[in-house]
């Protein structure tokens, strides 16, 4: 029980640092960044939305700090499954999977710690 504890504290820790990471980066440009080979379809769509991309980032490090001083975790999980799954359809759908592996690690990350905190989402499933 103290293993599963501490594994996920420190995936909890992990998702939040790289939501941050990923975030600051937007504006830093710290790491290489890529979206692969966009299709014309995505680029349009990255076009149409890059004025909320900003607020966006802003909104990842927010989750990302209250993820890692454990502050509202489960809620959170939820909020952050649908960008997750959003962020890894749009990663794949660029056509380059080595440029996705981010996106497969949050969603990665997101599931296991959704896992963990399963009993905490049982009344939503109830009749």
């Not at 890692?68 to 975790?73: A, D, E, G, H, R």
């Not at 380059?96 to 949050?106: G, H, K, Q, T, Y």
């Amino acid at each position: 029980m103290k293993d599963n504890q501490s594994l996920k504290t420190w995936l909890r820790i992990l998702l939040g640092v790289f939501l941050i990471a990923y975030a600051l980066n937007q504006y830093f440009h710290i790491l290489p960044t890529s979206y692969g080979k966009m299709p014309e379809d995505a680029m349009l769509f990255i076009d149409a939305v890059v004025v909320y991309l900003p607020i966006l980032y802003i909104f990842e490090i927010i989750l990302g700090l209250l993820l890692i001083f454990n502050k509202w975790t489960a809620f959170l999980l939820i909020v952050l499954f649908p960008l997750s799954i959003a962020f890894l359809i749009f990663s794949i759908s660029n056509q380059d999977l080595a440029d996705a592996l981010p996106a497969v690690i949050v969603a990665i990350l997101n599931f296991v710690l959704m896992l963990f905190e399963r009993e905490k989402y049982e009344p939503l499933f109830r009749k």
